[in-house]
């Protein structure tokens, strides 16, 4: 799984700031997906991606935007943090729409 | 939308005995995930059933996809520590819609040696 890497691993910031989250990978696939997991909440799905050209909404996009700047970078931002956004967000590819989803070692963000 | 449930949310049994984690779906599924995730760590794909009333065995580790494709069953015979982590089902509907996976909520195996 070290095929798909996120960046930064932990991060802490403040209300209002301005966050990148960055997911790499080098499995040649075309789908990318960003969730994140709260505690008792599972994993929700905020964006996902077929390839460049193609973004799309997840179930939680509120809040949030990303940018697919090639085939193998996915990247979430939150453009103004805020503490309900604190949790854990994971990177995700897939080779096809029903295949297995492969999944980064995740973000820990905590917003004050 | 889309919801999938699963049950139950945390499930604590001694070291060797059995454990059972339900998924059941609003609506119909093309197809249903399993995934496991270590404390700490990020999920990981057990396997995928497709066809209605499907079996799939894995060593200990046994998963049944309804005949109504709505629920789907994980079972894990004699649970040994290294099974402890959360279990999460994953399904997508057939058809057009939002793509990516409609998680379940998990259940947390915690075990007592």
């Known amino acids: 799984d070290a095929d798909v890497t996120q960046t930064p691993r932990n991060r802490i910031t403040k209300t209002g700031k301005r966050i990148m989250l960055e997911c790499s990978q080098t499995?040649?696939?075309?789908?990318m997906y960003w969730y994140r997991q709260d505690p008792g909440l599972g994993l929700r799905l905020i964006y996902y991606?077929?390839?460049?050209?193609?973004?799309n909404k997840g179930e939680i996009s509120d809040g949030y935007s990303v940018s697919r700047q090639a085939q193998a970078k996915f990247s979430l931002s939150l453009e103004s943090a805020i503490p309900n956004q604190t949790a854990l967000y994971f990177c995700?590819?897939?080779?096809?729409?029903?295949?297995?989803?492969?999944f980064g070692p995740g973000t820990r963000l905590t917003v004050l | 939308g889309q919801q999938v449930m699963q049950i139950p949310q945390y499930q604590h049994v001694q070291e060797g005995e059995d454990f059972t984690t339900y998924c059941n779906s609003s609506?119909?599924?093309?197809?249903i995930q399993w995934y496991k995730q270590r404390p700490g760590g990020h999920p990981v794909f057990l396997i995928q059933?497709?066809?209605?009333?499907e079996v799939k065995k894995q060593k200990r580790l046994t998963f049944q996809f309804g005949e109504a494709k709505k629920n789907s069953s994980l079972h894990i015979t004699a649970t040994q520590t290294t099974d402890v982590g959360t279990y999460f089902c994953?399904?997508?509907?057939?058809?057009?819609?939002?793509?990516?996976?409609?998680f379940g909520k998990g259940t947390h195996l915690i075990i007592q040696p």
């Open positions: 995700a590819t897939s080779v096809s729409r029903r295949g297995e989803q492969f």
């Open positions: 499995k040649g696939h075309d789908r």
């Open positions: 991606s077929f390839d460049v050209k193609d973004i």
């Open positions: 609506t119909t599924l093309s197809n």
């Open positions: 059933l497709v066809k209605s009333g």
């Open positions: 994953a399904g997508h509907t057939g058809g057009g819609g939002a793509d990516g996976l409609t």
